[in-house]
């Protein structure tokens, strides 16, 4: 499976942005966004369930984004809105091939994994 990630750039502090992942390959059965923060570990940000777009979020970004299915095969999308300074990272798109409901937030979870996309977020 190949990722391939965009969407990212620089936004102001309650602005919007949105990620955007096309995944080409095997039968996906989640997918997932990820970031990482200069120094800090990578940490799970939201994910979708394929076949029944199930979604689930991390805490800090409840009710402020939204994963989504696209139209395409095998695309996905992150809509961040009321960004803060915080939300600062390297955001990477993760697609599963065997993922399980118990362990769609964790990093081991996934198996294939997008090149990264920075979004910065000015105050």
């Known amino acids: 499976v190949q990722l391939q990630t965009s969407g990212g750039g620089l936004v102001q502090a309650g602005g919007s942005l949105r990620l955007s992942c096309a995944a080409s390959?095997?039968?996906?059965?989640?997918m997932a966004w990820f970031r990482q923060a200069p120094g800090k570990e990578r940490e799970f940000v939201a994910a979708i369930w394929w076949t029944t777009s199930s979604t689930y979020y991390a805490d800090s970004v409840k009710g402020r984004v939204i994963v989504s299915r696209g139209n395409a095969k095998n695309t996905v999308y992150l809509q961040m809105n009321s960004l803060k300074p915080e939300d600062t990272a390297v955001y990477y798109c993760a697609a599963g091939t065997n993922t399980i409901l118990s362990n769609l937030r964790q990093r081991a979870a996934y198996n294939y994994w997008g090149q990264g996309s920075l979004v910065t977020v000015s105050s």
């Open positions: 390959g095997r039968t996906i059965r989640s």
